[in-house]
């Protein structure tokens, strides 16, 4: 075999690190490791590989920055160079962003074989591009991971066959278990105290000055009503947005540098609650048992929402402050959704079935 794992963005690093450790271990000469260079900040993508003593990049596309059909169209004219000069058979994807759906796409119409991990997500809401690179990732795809039932059903309704399914569990859990312990030995980035912890990245919360108002509005009310320290490490592209609005003077927020990961992943888990917009941090607070207010109007992890892991504030200010302080009185009861911790030699073990 000749297996390219395929990915650009720094949730992918993490959620991709221990299938990466492990098929380097076990077939160093069948693996590669491609990276798109879709997050191509040393502090969004590099930090994260040094840190996590990941295997070293085989091939770096050097995509960047730019609109959506710049980088999938230019994923594509480079993958598909080096799928040919490489003799690459099979593709392996994760998740929802650019880089997944150019990787699918290309593999697809190469003729080799695709393999999507965090296969069958949905959150039904078509106005995101990330929904629409799931639905055309999956429907190219010749074996879906799927990391729950939930999952599974999605795929079974699009009509995709039996024999392309498999639950897998989430590799999120995989990389949460092994790197925990490790972040725990870390020096506190912020201190011993209880606190919150925000991200909010996503353009419908943040591109626009009167939407990003409401929600600091929101934050900065929910701080000083609860006595509450919120940290947020802060995206480059919310944190260019405040400045261009000119909202940094207005928010009381303690606004830092984004983390590396395991200062991040200490963070979190020692946090009062999590709030974001992000997909993946609702899985990993769920994991963790940190209780989760999500600043959006729907989910593609339902599962965090069914257990009563994470509450759906909307976007509102009224919603976000009730929804917050919802969870702030929440115990964290819950049994997560997202398997054993082995879904990484799981999935290795069905791409070597292709063989």
Same mark, same amino acid.
Request: aromatic residues 10%.
């Given at each position: 075999m000749n297996v390219g794992i395929f990915f650009g963005t720094r949730p992918e690093i993490v959620k991709l690190s221990r299938l990466m450790f492990l098929s380097k271990q076990k077939y160093a000469d069948e693996f590669s490791l491609i990276h798109t260079g879709q997050h191509y900040s040393y502090s969004m993508s590099g930090q994260f590989m040094d840190e996590l003593a990941l295997p070293s990049i085989d091939y770096n596309l050097g995509i960047g920055s730019g609109t959506h059909n710049y980088q999938i169209g230019s994923m594509l004219l480079k993958l598909e160079r080096l799928i040919k000069e490489k003799d690459i058979d099979t593709m392996v994807i994760l998740g929802d962003t650019n880089s997944a759906l150019a990787g699918a796409l290309c593999a697809n119409r190469s003729g080799i074989r695709v393999c999507h991990i965090e296969a069958?997500?949905?959150?039904?809401?078509?106005?995101?591009?990330?929904?629409?690179?799931?639905?055309?990732t999956d429907a190219v795809s010749n074996h879906c991971y799927a990391p729950t039932t939930i999952a599974v059903e999605h795929l079974k309704k699009e009509n995709i066959s039996d024999?392309?399914?498999? =639950?897998?569990?989430?590799?999120?859990?995989?990389?949460?278990?092994?790197?925990?312990?490790?972040?725990?030995?870390?020096?506190? @980035?912020?201190?011993?105290?209880?606190?919150?912890?925000?991200? =909010?990245?996503?353009?419908?919360?943040v591109d626009r000055k009167e939407k990003l108002l409401e929600l600091v509005n929101a934050?900065?009310? @929910?701080?000083?009503?609860?006595?509450?320290?919120?940290?947020?490490?802060?995206?480059?592209r919310t944190r260019n947005n405040l400045e261009k609005f000119g909202l940094l003077k207005k928010i009381k927020l303690n606004l830092i540098d984004p983390l590396?990961?395991?200062?991040?992943?200490?963070?979190?888990?020692?946090?009062?609650?999590?709030?974001?917009?992000?997909?993946?941090?609702?899985?990993?607070?769920?994991?963790?048992g940190v209780p989760c207010a999500t600043i959006r109007e729907n989910t593609e992890r339902p599962e965090t929402v069914h257990i009563g892991s994470n509450y759906l504030c909307g976007t509102t200010y009224s919603g976000i402050v009730e929804g917050?302080?919802?969870? =702030?009185?929440?115990?964290?009861?819950?049994?997560?959704?997202?398997?054993?911790?082995?879904?990484?030699?799981r999935i290795l073990n069905l791409i070597q079935t292709l063989n």
């Open positions: 069958g997500i949905r959150s039904f809401d078509r106005t995101m591009p990330e929904e629409i690179n799931r639905i055309l024999d392309r399914i498999f =639950l897998t569990g989430n590799v999120i859990v995989d990389a949460l278990n092994y790197y925990l312990p490790l972040a725990k030995k870390r020096e506190r @980035i912020i201190p011993d105290e209880s606190y919150g912890l925000v991200t =909010l990245h996503r353009p419908a919360n934050l900065n009310t @929910i701080s000083v009503d609860n006595g509450l320290p919120l940290y947020f490490p802060i995206h480059p590396g990961y395991f200062d991040f992943l200490r963070a979190m888990s020692e946090s009062k609650i999590m709030i974001t917009d992000s997909g993946g941090l609702q899985e990993e607070s769920c994991i963790l917050v302080n919802i969870m =702030l009185n929440k115990k964290p009861d819950w049994k997560q959704p997202y398997g054993d911790g082995r879904s990484s030699e």
